[in-house]
């Protein structure tokens, strides 16, 4: 596997790969890599010829300085899980090559933003589209490919590709669960054993949540969420919405003509965890 940390060298290497018309399949990465990246490694090596993983934990994206410092870094082993993995190219940028100057791009994403996620982490989704716009252009990829745990990120990424009238295909992965249910993620990695075996209740109160919601009714699967996250003093509840899978709009009732999905963002202990389930 090749590993670059300068735009002018990936660029250089893409240049001979595109003048032989081999496609370019990108996975934008934080790092911390574990199998769910894997999974979407994997799937950019069936689709495309190369393909290039970048590591980059981007600054503009945290909207809180502590979650910044704490986020897990370990390049080296990401490197030895990728190449173990086949990809093709390592993209391991500074902050400096990716920002050379302040990025102070706001974008419009209307609602899409201001809900969920965009209204708990003001400037999260900002940030991010503010990176992946970045890395879009200097990878110019054919195919980019997303975890759909990070659901809201993936709207929010097809919207962007649509706003820079890109023909870039978003492509969007099912979440990878441990052994035990839990949503595979980097900040897994941050738990300890109590706050690990806490986190690992939550797809179980999202299995159950989907169970009340088609037995009773909306409304009673939120508040036994509620109640059921009150109930352990090391979890704190920041949001859990039953919205229109297509448009992130809240819903009070299930409309067999629309898809539903149940979205959680929580905190264990310090660390704030994201899961998502389809309802219908
Ligand atoms: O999902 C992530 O890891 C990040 O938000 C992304 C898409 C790599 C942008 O920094």
């Known amino acids: 596997m090749l590993i670059y940390t300068k735009i002018a060298d990936l660029r ?13 399949g990108f996975v934008p990465t934080m790092g911390a890599l574990h199998n769910g990246h894997i999974s979407l490694i994997e799937a950019s090596k069936k689709a495309c010829n190369v393909t290039i993983c970048s590591v ?27 190449e173990l993995a086949n990809c093709d190219v390592l993209f391991l940028p500074s902050v400096d090559e990716i920002y050379p100057k302040k990025d102070e791009t706001i974008f419009d994403f209307g609602f899409l933003d201001k809900t969920l996620d965009g209204k708990h982490r003001p400037g999260h989704f900002n940030g991010v589209a503010q990176v992946v716009k970045r890395l879009f ?5 054919d195919k980019a490919f997303f975890g759909e745990k ?6 929010i990424i097809k919207a962007l590709v649509k706003q ?27 738990l300890t054993s ?12 999202m299995l159950d949540a989907k169970k009340i919601v088609k037995e009773k009714s909306i409304s009673a699967a939120k508040l036994f969420i509620e109640e059921e996250t009150k109930k352990v003093s090391i979890m704190k509840l920041d ?11 809240e819903i009070s009732e299930i409309n067999s003509q629309k898809k539903a999905i149940a979205l959680i963002a929580l905190f264990v202990g310090k660390i704030r965890l994201i899961d998502n389930l389809l309802i219908s």
């Open 12 to 24: 250089a290497f893409l240049k001979e790969k595109k003048s032989l018309n081999h496609t370019v």
């Open 56 to 82: 980059f934990v981007n600054p503009t994206q945290f909207n809180d300085k502590t979650d910044l410092e704490r986020y897990p870094r370990m390049p080296e082993k990401d490197a030895r899980f990728l």
């Open 137 to 141: 252009e200097i990878v110019g990829p």
């Open 150 to 155: 990070d659901y809201q990120q993936v709207m």
């Open 164 to 190: 820079m009238g890109s023909s870039i295909e978003i492509v969007s992965c099912p979440i990878l669960r441990e052994a035990d249910g839990l949503a595979m993620s980097s900040r897994n990695t941050l």
């Open 194 to 205: 109590e706050e690990r075996e806490i986190a690992s209740r939550i797809p179980k109160l």
């Open 239 to 249: 949001y859990f919405e039953i919205c229109d899978a297509e448009t992130l709009e």
